[in-house]
């Protein structure tokens, strides 16, 4: 089932598959989640998702994740694999 708009009332069409989505994580107990501070956030996990949009209002939403991510920070080859991901990178500071 694909997503809808609340506001149009109309389903979110795919706009791009294989999107990259970086899960954050905060670098301390005072990160405000969203885009305020990113630089209070450092990289966790390197998803593959899909992003919709609504033709009626142009919102767009990223659902559709795989069921595992595609790297880890700890896995020694993270940094490549951030390195080869397709762009943009898509940041999610929230947790």
């Known amino acids: 089932m694909k997503p809808v708009c609340v506001k149009c009332r109309r389903f979110f069409k795919p706009a791009k598959t294989g999107v990259s989505v970086m899960e954050q994580m905060p670098c301390g107990n005072d990160a405000p989640p969203g885009n305020t501070e990113p630089e209070n956030w450092k990289p966790y996990k390197l998803w593959q998702a899909d992003l919709y949009r609504c033709d009626g209002c142009g919102h767009e939403v990223i659902t559709g994740f795989a069921q ?6 700890y896995q020694p080859e993270f940094k490549d694999k951030v390195a080869r991901a397709r ?7 929230d947790c």
């Open 68 to 73: 595992l991510p595609s790297a880890e920070h």
């Open 87 to 93: 762009q943009p990178i898509y940041e999610v500071n």
